[in-house]
């Protein structure tokens, strides 16, 4: 791959949570050296999610927490990278990386490194088990899954106007060369072990003291609930328009994650002190 070099690179973090007390703090911990600066927003949790991303902000002084009730504002928030040599980083209340792939990754990026693409995807293992006495899980891998990772190099584009769903959709203003099929899937050159941007998603665990006792496994994150409902949308405007349905968007968080066979694997530096 060849290395582009446009002035100082930097590393932002992109989060945004609504009741994920119990897995935040890893999640945020486990990237926080790997970014310059973190903007997280809170979307009315009624959990003790704002608490552990305010108590985090006083011990990580590039850590920007806000409450919101507009999801937009985390992507609004990035729109000064446009242009400039700055990779961001979508990271969700259930999304755990590791750290030591994650700074062997930074030291590639600040090196200039795949600024030739617009998105970067990676080993995701969607998490059913997860066993912290062993330090294992179980789950599902992407691939064959669907990779959730999110990682945008901001150089690619003028612009990118505000979305509800950040970092997933609308029409950046792309600088030529670029485009969403520019993209590197360190799958495609890695296994499991060694890749930097491997990702531990804990879908199918609880996440929050305050889901319910039952069905806590099928509900969404905020990204995942924007889609949910455009998923439902669009099959009210198929039945309007009388076009062929597509398959039922309540088992959609299964059709996308759990793809393949069954995996346990090692998850140790996922769960290592930070």
């Given at each position: 791959?060849?290395?582009?070099?446009?002035?100082?690179?930097?590393?932002?973090?992109?989060?945004?949570?609504?009741?994920?007390?119990?897995?935040?703090?890893?999640?945020?911990?486990?990237?926080?050296?790997?970014?310059?600066?973190?903007?997280?927003?809170?979307?009315?949790?009624?959990?003790?999610?704002?608490?552990?991303?305010?108590?985090?902000?006083?011990?990580?002084?590039?850590?920007?927490?806000?409450?919101?009730?507009?999801?937009?504002?985390?992507?609004?928030?990035?729109?000064?990278?446009?242009?400039?040599?700055?990779?961001?980083?979508?990271?969700?209340?259930?999304?755990?990386?590791?750290?030591?792939?994650?700074?062997?990754?930074?030291?590639?990026?600040?090196?200039?490194?795949?600024?030739?693409?617009?998105?970067?995807?990676?080993?995701?293992?969607?998490?059913?088990?997860?066993?912290?006495?062993?330090?294992?899980?179980?789950?599902?891998?992407?691939?064959?899954?669907?990779?959730?990772?999110?990682?945008?190099?901001?150089?690619?584009?003028?612009?990118?106007?505000?979305?509800?769903?950040?970092?997933?959709?609308?029409?950046?203003?792309?600088?030529?060369?670029?485009?969403?099929?520019?993209?590197?899937?360190?799958?495609?050159?890695?296994?499991?072990?060694?890749?930097?941007?491997?990702?531990?998603?804990?879908?199918?665990?609880?996440?929050?003291?305050?889901?319910?006792?039952?069905?806590?496994?099928?509900?969404?994150?905020?990204?995942?609930?924007?889609?949910?409902?455009?998923?439902?949308?669009?099959a009210l405007v198929?039945r309007v328009r009388?076009?062929?349905?597509?398959?039922?968007?309540?088992?959609?968080?299964?059709?996308?994650?759990?793809?393949?066979?069954?995996?346990?694997?090692?998850?140790?530096?996922?769960?290592?002190?930070?």
């Amino acid at each position: 791959m060849r290395r582009v070099s446009s002035g100082r690179v930097r590393i932002v973090g992109s989060v945004l949570v609504h009741n994920e007390d119990l897995f935040v703090e890893r999640a945020i911990r486990n990237a926080a050296r790997f970014f310059d600066r973190i903007h997280a927003f809170d979307h009315v949790s009624t959990d003790g999610t704002w608490d552990v991303l305010r108590t985090l902000a006083q011990e990580y002084d590039h850590l920007e927490v806000k409450r919101t009730r507009n999801s937009g504002d985390a992507h609004a928030s990035l729109a000064g990278y446009a242009g400039t040599p700055t990779w961001v980083l979508g990271v969700d209340g259930d999304e755990v990386y590791d750290p030591q792939g994650l700074a062997r990754l930074r030291e590639a990026l600040l090196a200039g490194e795949h600024a030739d693409v617009f998105r970067m995807k990676a080993h995701v293992l969607n998490c059913e088990e997860l066993d912290a006495e062993r330090r294992t899980a179980s789950g599902w891998l992407a691939p064959p899954s669907r990779p959730v990772t999110k990682l945008f190099y901001y150089g690619a584009v003028d612009s990118w106007p505000t979305s509800p769903d950040p970092l997933q959709t609308g029409e950046p203003a792309f600088r030529q060369g670029y485009g969403w099929e520019v993209r590197r899937d360190l799958a495609d050159t890695t296994g499991w072990d060694d890749d930097p941007l491997r990702l531990l998603h804990v879908c199918f665990l609880r996440r929050s003291t305050a889901d319910p006792d039952r069905d806590w496994a099928l509900r969404y994150s905020v990204n995942e609930t924007l889609t949910y409902r455009r998923d439902l949308l669009g099959a009210l405007v198929r039945r309007v328009r009388g076009t062929p349905a597509r398959k039922d968007p309540a088992n959609w968080k299964d059709r996308w994650y759990r793809m393949g066979d069954r995996v346990t694997l090692d998850v140790s530096s996922f769960l290592a002190a930070s």
